[in-house]
């Protein structure tokens, strides 16, 4: 198996694991682990696909995927009761999945365009998008509305692979560069609550003032 290979069932399994544990969180059936494990797992890589012109879309032309979000929506069904706290899982596998997919999605952009702006778009979308979908369907709040940065880990670690890879480093020393940035980012913002400065003008008026 190669390295890009790793990375990205290493990213799917990993967030199938957060959508089945945000299914637990909600107490649904094992109906509904496989259908949050599946769609946070393979909803990023997906849309990444579908703006790329890739048709069939990944899982598709290899079902294992699918086979790997079924596989850890067991276990997770399994076992999420003998964790004391699932939300604190989430949130840390979900940084894991996102430093690995940032890397991923970049890799899989830059090999089709050869364009270095692309990689980096394609490497934040394929990072976050499994993750909002699966916030939205859960009825969480959305990571995208946590104060700490997010998507910037995202962004910067598809900035830092793509960089190192248009330099000419290995693809594992880009590729290790580039999650290890991702996940260094993320993990400082969960940890020590890391952001940007927010928009401080006055809030917008209520829509029926405007009408």
Known sequence: MTLLAFLDYAGVAVFAATGALAASRKQLDLIGFLFF???????GGT?????????????VVNPTYILVCVAIAGLVYLTAHLLESRYR???WLDAI?????????????????GSPTVAIVTGTMTATFGGVLRDILAGEPSVLLRPEVYISCALM?????????????PL?????????????IRSGALIFGWTFP???????RPPEDVM
């Open 37 to 43: 494990a599946a769609v946070t797992g393979i909803g």
């Open 47 to 59: 849309l990444r696909d579908l703006v790329l012109g890739r048709a069939p879309v990944f899982w």
């Open 89 to 91: 899982l989430l949130i």
């Open 97 to 113: 999945g996102l430093s690995a997919y940032c890397v991923m999605g970049a890799a899989k952009g830059l090999a089709v365009t």
């Open 157 to 169: 670690g598809a900035c830092v692979f793509t960089a190192a890879h248009a330099i000419g480093l």
């Open 172 to 184: 594992l020393i880009a590729s290790a560069a580039g999650v290890l940035t991702a996940f260094a």
């Open 198 to 204: 927010r928009y401080r003008a006055r809030p917008g």
